[in-house]
């Protein structure tokens, strides 16, 4: 007699989980559902259910991955790349405070990266290079506290280096490189101690020695980085004795830039050092050549 009232406690359970599983997943639904409208036919059409985790029937979305988190599923991961998204970047995005990656690379993206970025607490990779985001880099994504990985490369991006970059201390790759930044390097950058790859190649900066202050003394103070582009930019004056004390210095690109003067001995009794590009600057004659250093 007491089975039949058993299995309906356990069905009105299970209805009653089911029910709190999928409004967990709502909020996400509803940013994933106004990002469809962006995306191209064949991710569309990968893109199909209700439910962008996976029903047991229907697989996740394609580019979408889910983690548990207590008793609802909720959405992680978001790598819809190389497939034509047009527009601007999808503000939705932000509202899935639970992102952990977020890749919308090499896409045709416009306009500039909504302040809203900034309430992704959970972001640790963030990956737009390769579109035509342009204007300044909004100083909310010196939020993403736990961020390691910033890529946004190859756009448009103009204005100075937010110096709020500074305020991410898990930061470990930051390529910055192909857009048309202006200024100088923010020497608070210095204090990006898990840094281990830093590309501003290509871009406007300058740089040298300004009232005093060497406007690129933060390379010095970052002693973890072990690659530095400087390439293609307008940086000038001599290059600090300095940045050959880096312990962990591998690679160093300096060329095409304004620098002067002699290329300091040091660099060339650096013991790690493996490649330094020197050329297209304003050295003076006597410069040691390519692999005379060790």
Known sequence: MSRPWA?????IFFLLHCVAHSKTLKRDVKALNEIKSLLGWRVVYAWVGDD???????PPWA????STMGDYRVVTDLEVFAVSIIGP????VTNMLDLTRLDLHNNKLTGPIPPQIGRLKRLRVLNLRWNKLQDIIPPEIGELKQLTQ???SFNNFKGEIPK???NLPELRYLYLHENC???RIPPDLGTLQNLLHLDVGNNHLVGGYYKGVDSIHFLVCSEAILQKYLLYNKMSGPIPTALASIPGLTHLYVDNNQFSGRIPDAFYKHPFLKEMYTEGNGFRAGVKPVG???
């Open 7 to 11: 299995v309906s406690v356990i069905c």
């Open 52 to 58: 962008p985790c996976g029903d047991g029937d229907l």
């Open 63 to 66: 580019g979408v991955k889910c």
């Open 89 to 92: 970047f999808p503000t939705a």
């Open 150 to 152: 910033l890529y946004l």
């Open 164 to 166: 709020e970059l500074a």
């Open 181 to 183: 930044f202006t200024g």
């Open 292 to 294: 005379a250093h060790k």
